[in-house]
């Protein structure tokens, strides 16, 4: 008889929670469309993979970039920003073949005079937003307009890409404060894509 009770409980109880479930499970389907369920999902997957790309960034790029991605008093690249203006100088002046992967032409050097090569770098390093100088429409034939980049001919230097980081984490890159090594081996593409979600957002913080 004991039993018959507890199984019968059991029963009721297992009802119950079942009926919740559902109740609970169809308010969030009124409530959130299937839309609005995937946006969530993908907010949720794009958290975790920017947590992972943190994780990653404190164990490989600290020491050089420092933990706020500001680059150690210029000893590394400034994460928070794209380009910085010593750098813009340099790739100008020097050329810049970081990316051939990507751009195979490269960048040929002293493609602008010397007396231009300020007011170019300040308007880059600024993120394109200060009055534009003369000569822009020179570097925009091939960084574009905007400076978003144009596919095979020169890359984004208003903000970062996947692609523009992956490379630079496969290859390494030479520029004005040195060497980066190369980590291909060391970290796989998932998480050279996290790295480089991670990085967007150090800029994306300014």
Not at 144 to 170: F, H, Q
Not at 177 to 185: A, E, H, N, R, V
């Amino acid at each position: 008889m004991k039993y018959i009770i507890i199984s019968g409980v059991t029963i009721i109880v297992t009802l119950l929670i079942t009926k919740v479930y559902t109740v609970v499970n169809l308010m969030y389907f009124n409530k959130y469309p299937k839309e609005k369920i995937e946006i969530l999902q993908k907010k949720t997957a794009e958290t975790q993979i920017l947590k992972t790309g943190k994780n990653l960034y404190m164990v490989y790029c600290t020491s050089c970039h420092g933990q706020d991605g500001k680059g150690n008093n210029e000893k590394a690249h400034n994460h928070t920003k794209r380009i910085s203006k010593k750098s813009v100088s340099y790739a100008i002046k020097n050329g810049a073949n970081n990316f051939i992967s990507l751009y195979p032409s490269g960048m040929p050097s002293h493609l602008i005079n010397a007396s231009n090569t300020d007011e170019v770098a300040q308007y880059v390093s600024k993120g394109l937003k200060e009055t534009k100088p003369k000569i822009w429409d020179k570097c925009a034939s091939c960084h574009g307009e905007n400076g978003e980049g144009i596919n095979y001919i020169a890359p984004n230097i208003k903000s970062y890409t996947d692609d523009l980081v992956i490379t630079v984490l496969l290859n390494g890159k030479k520029g004005v404060i040195g060497t980066m090594p190369s980590f291909k081996g060391r970290l796989t593409t998932v998480q050279m894509k996290s790295i480089a979600m991670y990085i967007r957002s150090l800029g994306e913080l300014k």
